[in-house]
């Protein structure tokens, strides 16, 4: 099978950097998948076998970021018969598998020894195809069958089947980041996107506890497992946020309520940062979605980070961000109903330009870091993921661990 390499080819200098990273990766999605598998590495492609049925290793790799393509395809020594009667036989059983009128042959020579050059490939391999299969004409425009050949000093590939892959830069060639994770749609799908440019993602999750039931937790869970079908597992942080909202009601946050809980959350997380070593915050945020989500609300939230707040969605509609979710598997879990924090004690009308002296005046009434350092003291921390599904600490354990990886 070969997986071709998206944006890494431009990377220069580094690539061996981003190429090493992309293999560890698809190394770890390979995890327990049953049988033996290898990895070759050529420049700009990924050659991956194993004794496992195909469709898993094709399952596994289009999760693995940074893969433009996954196509399957069948090895043969590097001479022009075994290349030219690869090709015609790849044809001959497609087209006994379903009708196919047009074909055009694609090659690349990463041997230069190879007699031929690859156009002079593509017109031998496309005129003993045409004396066998007279059927099929070469369109090389809009071919039905495109059939791509790499030509390697000894081994040659050849493939004819392009599942698109995930693209995108190898989680954690860009650093690490915390995503703020709600149940809803935009978080899961922000997180996507923050993994897909290269971040290793940690998540955590605020839940209204103790005046909510958990509902939203196991959405979290539910969430940042199927997220991290995509990167080497990351952590869960659970924090119930109940008592500390309502300390915020107590001093007379008001309309300001849901924008004070957001500092308070980034406030927290940036704390929580320190711990997982991320370098920034990823949020859902869509400019203007929500009346908590203005110009002026997001820069309020900011302003109580200590880290860069990312929104990845920051110019998407809501629908374009509800495709996405159904396109990445996640749609199916934000849409369950829960009980969410922020509808616990949100004012009827919420703020649409929550002032700073405001907000500090209300937050001055409470001792902000004991409230973080209390949160901080009762975050559970898991690791949702497939099957190596383990917990780090349970609701008893006061500390989280840090993370080593
Ligand atoms: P989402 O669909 O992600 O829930 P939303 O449209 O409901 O977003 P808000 O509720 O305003 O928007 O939340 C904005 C962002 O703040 C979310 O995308 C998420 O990153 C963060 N956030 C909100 N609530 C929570 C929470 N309970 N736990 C963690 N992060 C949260
Ligand atoms: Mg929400």
């Known amino acids: 099978m070969l ?39 050529t420049q700009n492609v990924t050659v991956l076998g194993g004794e496992v049925p195909l469709d898993a290793l094709v399952e596994r790799a289009r999760r693995v970021v940074g893969f433009a393509s996954v196509e399957p395809a069948v090895r043969v020594p590097s001479t022009l018969d075994d290349v030219t009667r690869a090709g015609v ?7 006994a598998d379903r009708p196919v009128r047009s074909f055009a042959v694609r090659s690349r020579r990463r041997d230069k020894q190879f007699p031929l050059t690859s156009s002079q490939v593509d017109v031998h391999v496309g005129a003993r195809v045409k004396e066998a299969l007279p059927q099929l004409t070469v369109d090389l425009k809009r071919p039905e069958v495109l059939l791509s050949v790499e030509i390697d000093r000894k081994e040659t590939y050849l493939s004819w089947t392009r599942l698109p892959g995930l693209s995108g830069l190898p989680v954690g060639s860009s650093g690490r980041a915390l995503v703020l994770l709600s149940g809803g749609y935009d978080s899961p799908v922000a997180a996507h996107r923050a993994m897909r440019r290269g971040l290793s993602c940690d998540f955590v999750h605020f839940n209204g506890a103790p005046y909510t039931n958990p509902s939203s937790v196991y959405k979290a869970y539910a969430l940042a497992r199927e997220l991290n079908r995509c990167q080497p597992p990351g952590r869960l942080h659970v924090i119930a946020l109940g008592k500390a909202q309502k300390q915020l009601a107590v001093a007379g946050a008001g309309r300001l309520q849901v924008v004070a809980q957001r500092r308070l959350m980034v406030r927290t997380a940036s704390a929580l940062a320190a711990r997982t070593r991320a370098e920034a915050l990823v949020t859902g945020d869509s400019l203007g979605q929500v009346a908590s989500q203005t110009l002026a609300n997001m820069a309020a939230v900011d302003e109580a980070a200590s880290l860069p707040v990312l929104r990845p969605l920051v110019g998407w509609d809501k629908q374009e961000i509800i495709d996405e979710a159904h396109a990445i598997g996640t749609a199916g879990i934000s849409v369950l109903p829960d009980e969410d924090c922020c509808q616990l004690l949100a004012p009827p009308r919420v703020s649409t330009r929550a002032g700073l002296p405001q907000l500090r005046a209300v937050e001055r009434r409470l001792d902000l870091d004991e409230v973080v350092a209390v949160l901080l003291d009762h975050v559970q921390v898991m690791v949702p993921g497939d099957g190596a599904e383990q917990s780090v600490s349970g609701p008893s354990c006061a500390t989280p661990v840090p993370v080593s990886s």
């Open 89 to 95: 036989d790849a044809l001959r059983g497609l087209l």
């Open 3 to 41: 997986l071709k390499h998206g944006e890494i080819f431009l990377k220069g200098r580094n690539r061996h950097r981003f190429t090493e990273r992309l293999h560890d990766n698809l190394r770890i999605a390979l995890r327990g998948i049953g049988g033996s598998t290898w990895i070759k590495d």
